[in-house]
């Protein structure tokens, strides 16, 4: 890579592709534009630093996906840890409608399953649906074995099934 030889032009020029594909991952993790947008500023930081370290290149995306995944994991933690102090409830999500009657209701309702999955769950299908990373990809992403990145894509699609499944059997005995 140009950049571990020094060159600042290549620094640049990797930020310019990769900047906003890591704020959006960083968008992903924490909904929230301007955490997203503070996150994604110490990733490029912490890229900076490390970047000399990288011995392949190729593994660029994981890498630096990674760093963003762990700077996201920090401020939410950061968050809890606050609200907490607070004595407030602990974050959550909102959910969405809980009677889907269209397309978009089918949407939310998905979205709804995805939510009530594991976290860790949620993380491995959100990379490899929504990012479209390979297994290896997101074992390197979540330093994780691949077999643990399969499992847990197993798994979710399973709970996910099985979600849609209840609610599908909910619905038609409110309507039938």
Known sequence: IDVQSGKKEALNLLAKRWNQRIYQYALRRVKDQQAANDIAQEAWLAIQK???QLKDPA?????ALGITFRKSVDHIRYLQKERKQKDETPLR???????????DGQIQLLRKGIKKLPRKQRQTLELFY??????????GILKIPEGTV?????????QLKTYLTEQQTVKNKRHG
Do not use: H, T
């Open 50 to 52: 490390g970047i000399y």
């Open 59 to 63: 593994k660029f995306p994981a890498w």
């Open 93 to 103: 999500e909102s959910e969405g409608p809980d009677e889907p009657e269209s397309n």
């Open 130 to 139: 929504l990012d479209n990373y390979n297994l290896q990809e997101i074992a």
């Open 150 to 158: 399969k499992s847990r894509l197993f798994k979710a699609r399973n």
